[in-house]
């Protein structure tokens, strides 16, 4: 099977002057979801870089010093929990990004899986066996694949975020990534539906996504998904996996833990998820979203369980690193409040390349084809912001 297929120039004539990337874009940060917008530009200081476990640590001696502008650090931390992460403080914030309708950006070349879908369910089914051995302590771990894309010319990142956009049901961002001084700047930018961590005061509110149907544009057959993936038990064992880490994870800060005592249906433009709505209320008011962050972070909705065991899966299996992809975008600010949610549904961009990403949850009564068919169906939303609303020619690749 094909692992790439050349889709050509589309929309010769669309206009792209208002993607030209500039100096002022390299540091734009948006975060918006439901009417609420971060929108920052510039870096005026860079918290020093370090794994998660020190990521408090780190912020509260950042915040220890006296400095003028914005009280606040924005960014992201990558999927690996030992793995450096990119935050900082921005030089101002500024009202909404007005985010206008755009053409659809002109791809070029091959759009390339990576690996290929065959390739993909062989990993799946390996570690199906793991998750079916009696000796091995994997309970669940989460899969990637990505697709690598080329566009004609440079692509800024709000250019994207317009597109994405349409869809109210999703937090859609734009987080820059550190980059080699050489190097144009990138971007992780995507639409995520998995709200990770809301801290206000002694509030903690977090809404874990696990267990995932693609929608269709038939009222019934959307409506047959929906209650499929409502009735499913392979699902629900794969949200519960979720629910119960994040409950666990949370329960040594608070006085109390509420969850929703079973999933509910969470739709997007293109994906129906199984989700969990969990309100904590912390011991001490004081305690730092950045804490609450590194006792979450991964979750098993991007990793696995148990989480070691998990990680070391997912590095044996994968043969693209995440970096940011499968972490967490959001904000803190000096107070210990922040946001956080799971980068996922996103992008890297830089320049003309764009990678986009779609993992899936494996458990032990996984199918390598279904598990094919979820992530082909979580490129959507990414691939429609890119123009590709007729998958018929990416079937070769995809699936």
């Known amino acids: 099977m094909n692992d790439s297929i050349v889709l050509g120039d589309r929309n010769p004539d669309a206009a792209l002057a208002d993607t030209a990337i500039n100096a002022d874009q390299a540091d734009l940060f948006v975060l918006q979801q439901a009417g609420q917008q971060v929108h920052a530009r510039g870096c005026r200081a860079r918290l020093p870089a370090g794994a998660l476990t020190t990521l408090a640590d780190r912020v509260a001696d950042f915040f220890s010093q006296q400095r003028g502008g914005p009280g606040l650090l924005v960014g992201a931390v990558p999927f690996e929990p030992r793995a450096d992460d990119a935050l900082y403080q921005p030089e101002r914030l500024l009202p909404a990004l007005p985010l206008r309708p755009q053409a659809a950006p002109v791809l070029q070349g091959a759009l390339q899986a990576e690996p290929s879908a065959q390739a993909y369910a062989d ?33 800024a990142p709000d250019a994207l975020l317009a597109r994405l956009g349409a869809d109210p049901s999703v937090a859609t961002y734009a987080v820059p990534l550190p980059v080699d001084p050489a190097q144009p700047p990138a971007w992780l930018v995507g639409a995520t539906p998995e709200l990770l961590l809301r801290k206000r005061g002694a509030q903690v509110l977090s809404h874990p996504l696990a267990g995932s149907a693609r929608r269709s544009a038939d009222p019934a057959q959307d409506q047959a998904a929906a209650q499929a993936l409502l009735a499913s038990r392979k699902d629900h064992d794969e949200h519960r996996h979720v629910v119960e880490a994040i409950v666990a994870a949370l329960s040594p800060w608070c006085r109390q833990v509420d969850a929703q005592p079973r999933p509910v249906l969470h739709a997007t433009a293109s994906m129906w998820h199984l989700g969990t709505r969990i309100h904590a209320t912390l011991d001490d008011p004081s305690t730092p979203a950045a804490q609450l962050l590194a006792a979450l972070h991964p979750t098993p909705a991007v990793c696995g369980t148990p989480q070691q065991a998990a990680l070391q899966r997912i590095r044996a299996l994968e043969p693209v690193p995440r970096g940011f992809y499968a972490g967490a975008v959001g904000w803190l600010d000096a107070q210990g409040d922040g946001d956080w949610y799971v980068a996922i549904r996103c992008a890297r961009l830089q320049g003309r390349q764009l990678r986009l990403y779609a993992g899936a949850g494996i458990v032990a009564e996984s199918s390598p084809q279904a598990e094919v068919a979820e992530t082909a169906a979580k490129f959507t939303a990414l691939l429609n912001a890119l123009g590709v609303h007729d998958p018929a020619p990416l079937q070769e690749i995809l699936s």
């Not at 669940?140 to 004609?152: E, F, G, I």
């Open 123 to 155: 990993a799946v089914a390996q570690a199906v066996w793991a998750l079916r051995a009696s000796d091995d302590p994997l309970d669940k771990v989460v899969l990637a694949r990505s697709l690598l894309a080329q566009t004609q010319q440079p692509l």
